[in-house]
């Protein structure tokens, strides 16, 4: 399990022999990209940290997907299970002069601090690479992904790994179904969590 120590994880030798650490947003989302890597003959190593992810409930769901999928295709995972989404919306609405931030605009931070985290934890832990699983998703915005990826190697001086994995998007909808993987309605935070039942309910009265 990964100890979280002055801000930075520290995690067991089997894994920091890893050659890229792939931060798993979700279960769903991350067989492709985990898998892809694995095909290209590296050595991968996943990383779940997601301070984003609201109400706690679904954080676990989350949480437990990912380890579910860890055992599935035997991937060693190291897992932030820290629920912390206050932190989160802190830094959000220091970013955004909007009383409501607005999708982009927030994401932007959502990307950031995330990625920023998995870069820390690959170079503290002595890893070559870091990728995420943001790249698989379709809803994602990759150019700002791949900008600010590519801004956390040169600070933390380890590579950022960009692969296009919406390729593979079909193919991991069918196979998180066939692992019975759990598959969130929204994309995690609580600002889309909202717009999500705003839509639901839309789409019930146009109906």
Known sequence: MAVVENGLVSVPSACAAKRILVHVCCGPCSIMPLKSA?????????????????????????????????????????????????????????????????????????YASRLEATAK???????????????????????????????????????????????GWQAGITESKSMGLYRQRYCGCVYSKMESKANGKHAKKGA
Do not use: W
Request: glycine share 4%.
């Open 121 to 167: 934890a690959a170079a503290h832990n002595g890893f070559d690479a870091f990728s995420s699983s943001l790249l698989y998703s379709r809803y994602q915005n990759h150019e700002k992904i791949r900008l600010i990826g590519n801004a956390l190697a040169r600070k933390y001086k380890v590579s950022f790994y960009y692969e296009d994995f919406r390729i």
């Open 38 to 110: 694995l095909a290209h003959s590296a050595e991968v190593c996943g990383f779940f940290h997601n301070p984003n992810i609201h109400p706690y409930a679904e954080f676990k769901k989350r949480l437990d997907a990912a380890k579910t999928l860890s055992r599935l295709i035997s991937v060693k995972m190291i897992y932030d299970e820290a629920y912390a989404p206050t932190g989160f919306i802190k830094g959000v609405k220091a970013r955004s002069p909007d009383k409501y931030p607005q999708y982009g605009k927030r994401c932007l931070y959502c």
